[in-house]
């Protein structure tokens, strides 16, 4: 007869008093299996599994951001969550695109792109609360994905989280613009719920004419760079440029600020957000240092004997003393 240490019972008993994983764990354990996901090339199954995944992620983040948490390494651990994840993605688009057949459906392959570029927004998003530079082929994976969305007409398309590719993609190249940097954590939170609710509002042109002479926000899809402000393209006309039209959402944010005005809402912390944004998103402040001149010009003496400096910072210059 089986005593009650060994019983089915007690094993659950033990169970139940073993401590949770930590996020660290789950996060490495993740990560694992996002790495052994390399050698499927099943779409289904990759797309299933990659999905479980990112819901798995995305519930991670908060415990990994904690204050408690958040060192170097959880810090990248987390960022290569999210790198895997828009790569695995992105092979899964490539492979969809290789699906043949009378009744195959472009559905699956549209889905590939938003999560892709979904993900990238959660990496973008990551990248600027920790205040790091986005990592190499980032901008380049990105401006692929909207190129060939573009290629095939899917921009507009709705996605099931009730988005669309080119939505997307627009949040993506708002985030870019903006110095998200030099914001502290309340207001960047306000930032990313701005842009997620506003990016609708940002058209992406291409740019066939020279830019006036108030410059505007340019891009090129071949290149892993962000979108910059430039006044002009000087030496570069050959190259495809594309340009970021803020018009339709600057007049967004002003409908936005002037209702928050209106109704006397204590959230003084949107409407200088909303204000900064106002300027950022037309042109950057571009950041000038006026130098002083003088006219006789000043000497720099190096002073090595601490009893010379100790009679120099108190005002007694003893003129028959050696040269410094």
């Not at 994983?21 to 299996?33: G, I, K, N, Q, V």
């Not at 506003?198 to 891009?219: C, H, K, S, T």
């Not at 204000?275 to 010009?297: V, Y």
Request: aromatic fraction near 8%.
């Amino acid at each position: 007869m089986p005593t009650l240490a060994s019983s089915p019972f007690a094993a659950h008993q033990d169970a139940l008093n073993f401590p949770p994983p930590s996020p660290e764990h789950s996060a490495r354990r993740l990560h694992e299996t996002l790495f052994a996901l390399h050698q499927e090339n099943d779409p289904n199954r990759l797309s299933a599994a990659l999905l479980q995944c990112f819901e798995s992620a995305l519930a991670l983040l908060p415990s990994l951001e904690k204050p408690g948490h958040a060192d170097v390494h959880t810090r990248q651990l987390s960022q290569c969550l999210l790198q895997e994840l828009m790569q695995g993605f992105i092979r899964t688009a490539l492979l969809r695109s290789n699906e043949t057949g009378l009744f195959t459906s472009s559905r699956p392959r549209l889905e590939a792109f938003g999560h892709a570029l979904d993900s990238a927004w959660q990496l973008a998003c990551l990248y600027a609360r920790s205040r790091t530079p986005l990592p190499p082929g980032f901008w380049r994976s990105c401006h692929q994905l909207f190129t060939d969305i573009h290629a095939l007409g899917w921009a507009k398309r709705s996605l099931k989280n009730g988005s669309t590719p080119g939505t997307l993609y627009r949040k993506i190249m708002l985030l870019g613009i903006s110095a998200s940097n030099r914001l502290e954590p309340q207001k960047m939170a306000i930032l990313f719920k701005i842009i997620a609710e506003e990016a609708r509002f940002l058209d992406l042109v291409q740019l066939d004419q020279p830019l006036n002479e108030q410059g505007a926000f340019v891009y090129q899809t071949n290149l892993d760079e962000a979108p910059r402000f430039a006044q002009t393209l000087a030496g570069e006309a050959r190259q495809v440029w594309w340009t970021i039209e803020t018009q339709g959402i600057l007049k967004q944010l002003g409908s936005r600020l002037q209702l928050l005005l209106n109704h006397h809402e204590d959230r003084h912390h949107e409407i200088q957000l909303i204000g900064r944004l106002l300027q950022e998103w037309t042109a950057p402040p571009r950041r000038q240092h006026f130098r002083i001149r003088r006219q006789n010009g000043e000497q720099i003496h190096l002073v090595s004997l601490w009893d010379r400096c100790w009679d120099l910072a108190a005002g007694h210059i003893d003129e028959t003393a050696p040269e410094p």
